[in-house]
Structures are given as C-alpha cells and as structure tokens.
Nanobody
Framework: VQLQASGGGLVEAGESLRLSCAAS???????MAWFRQAPGKGREFVAA???????TTGNSVKGRFTVSRANGENTIFLTMSALKPEDTAVYSC?????????????????WGQGTQVTVSS
C-alpha cells in the first residue's frame, strides 16, 4: 500500500486548509487515518475514517477539523478550520486493515510521507 498526502502549506491563524491522502496498491483499504507530529513532540492522532460516515476525531481538534472519505474510495480528506499556531506539524496519512478506528499509531502498518502545515500567529 502506498500513501500520498498533499495540501499542506503556510497559513495564518484562523484560516483553513484541506489535506488529502490517496492510497494505491490495494483495491480496498479498510481504515485511513491522519496523525501529526510537531517539532520535539510525539506523534498525535488527528482523525480516522472507514467510509459510510464512520469516523473519529482526536480531542484536540474536535470541532475544528473534519475528516471525510467517500464510500469505496481510497482517498481521505482532512478539512482544518480555525487553525492555531499549535496545529503546526507534519501531518501524515496512515492505513490499516480491519474495522477498528485505532488512535494508536502502532496499529497502522502503512504510512505515507507527511505534509508540512505551518500556522503563523
């Protein structure tokens, strides 16, 4: 499974940004997720989705970030609104087989290269 994330960039606080991640190499990918890692910090769960409106969002971004994934599609989107400087991080896309939307990054065997999101104050 190959994952390709895109959409990062430099924005000002309060603005919005949309990330996308496309998966290839497999017809069906059960769960796709977003994690982020800020400088000097560990990897943090952001959101995960498996289609059919089933998704979960991390507490630190709940209400500001929205994850979406069309049924049967191996592409996941992360719409980030009301961005804050503390959202600055490298955002990475991950995937796993199975039906559980884990928030633990060790549960995801497939990873793509991250995309940098920088929010200026």
């Amino acid at each position: 499974v190959q994952l390709q994330a895109s959409g990062g960039g430099l924005v000002e606080a309060g603005e919005s940004l949309r990330l996308s991640c496309a998966a290839s190499g497999r017809t069906v990918i059960d769960v796709m997720a977003w994690f982020r890692q800020a400088p000097g910090k560990g990897r943090e769960f952001v959101a995960a989705a498996k289609g059919r409106g089933v998704y979960t969002t991390g507490n630190s971004v709940k209400g500001r970030f929205t994850v979406s994934r069309a049924n049967g599609e191996n592409t996941i989107f992360l719409t980030m609104s009301a961005l804050k400087p503390e959202d600055t991080a490298v955002y990475s896309c991950a995937a796993r087989d199975g039906s559980v939307l884990y928030t633990d990054d060790s549960r995801y065997p497939y990873w793509g290269q991250g995309t940098q999101v920088t929010v200026s104050s």
